[in-house]
């Protein structure tokens, strides 16, 4: 006998929430082998406070009891041990979240978002935990299978549309060493694009304000025999950053390949905090890009965060499919 239909749409999707986060925890697990210094269950919930030594079993625990959840099974004491882990990482997010409104109000982070990322992460765990308190579970119908599996596939597209809205939009500037500038399409060695000039200004206009001493400036061809990087020193000259201050990477074809070439240059710089200046869309994939090459850089959006919804809409189509291809990347 099925559960009632309230109940029952309500475990479906809840079991859809928990098929994503418990799966994403379990990779991020692994890529933490592979990968040394990347962490990306940070990219949900943060338990650094704790070591790894302990924060590492709590995920793996975690990640399984999500993932049982999640296909079905339906023994009493499971679903209480993971109703406890559920409610846990939930008390967790929740002062994930007290901590940046406390940043917020500080003047430590400038956000264009009204909230964070783990706010959505307190619902989803919310409706995870009110699914496994029912007494009742009974079996899903077809329907409810498929919505089970449509639920999780939202989730791997909102996953990184809302790391867009809310860590792409908020400000991270910090005191650093050098700031790292994205490239975009540039006309000619002197003609950029408006995505282009407003990365470029942006850094200026923290480099004038003193919160790091070099730029560098990374990007591809332009048209023609032009250079995206020489186009972005041309606009920080114009600008008022004297040359001295300009270091060019005119191989970066692409985000990993700006970042590869850039973290080979902080060595001879003697850069060890950095911040990284691109489209608030831009910035999550950034970011993780770094963390993958064993670098916490501080992220900072362009001035101008406007754009019409046609690109937006682009953007986000792309910078989705972009994450996870950057995600499942092998170095």
Not at 86 to 114: D, E, F, K, P, W
Not at 192 to 221: D, K, M
Request: net charge positive.
């Amino acid at each position: 006998m099925g559960a009632p239909p309230a109940a029952s749409l309500l475990a479906a999707v809840a079991r859809g929430f928990a098929l994503f986060l418990g799966v994403f925890t379990l990779l991020n697990l692994l890529h933490r082998l592979r990968d040394r210094g990347f962490d990306g269950n940070l990219w949900w919930i943060d338990l650094r406070p704790l070591p790894a030594a302990i924060s590492v079993p709590i995920l793996a625990v975690a990640g399984v009891c999500l993932v049982g959840y999640a296909v079905g099974i339906r023994r009493l004491w499971f679903r209480r041990a993971a109703l406890v882990v559920t409610v846990a990482l939930a008390g967790v997010a929740l002062g994930n979240v007290l901590q940046y409104y406390r940043l917020r109000s500080s003047g430590m982070i400038y956000s264009g978002s009204a909230f964070p990322f783990s706010l959505l992460l307190v619902a989803a765990l919310a409706v995870v935990a009110i699914a496994l308190s029912q007494r009742r579970a009974g079996r899903l119908t077809r329907a409810g299978r498929a919505l089970v599996v449509a639920s999780a596939l939202a989730c791997l597209v909102g996953f990184p549309v809302a790391q867009i809205y809310c860590f792409g939009t908020t400000d991270y500037r910090r005191t650093a060493d050098v700031i790292v500038v994205f490239g975009a399409k540039a006309f000619s060695n002197t003609q950029p694009s408006s995505a282009l000039y407003q990365r470029v200004r942006t850094a200026c206009t923290l480099y004038h304000e003193g919160w790091a001493r070099r730029l560098i400036f990374s990007g591809g061809p332009a048209e023609g025999a032009a250079q995206e990087a020489d186009c972005m020193r041309n606009v920080a000259l114009r600008l008022g950053v004297p040359d001295s201050a300009i270091v060019l990477d005119r191989n970066g074809l692409s985000t990993y390949d700006t970042v590869r070439n850039t973290t080979r240059m902080f060595g001879r710089i003697r850069a060890r905090r950095v911040i990284a200046v691109s489209d608030f869309f831009h910035l999550p994939r950034i970011k993780m890009t770094y963390q993958r090459a064993g670098w916490e850089v501080s992220t900072v959006p362009t001035m101008n965060l406007r754009m019409p919804r046609d690109t937006c809409a682009l953007m986000l189509v792309r910078e989705t499919a972009a994450m996870w291809a950057y995600y499942g990347r092998v170095r």
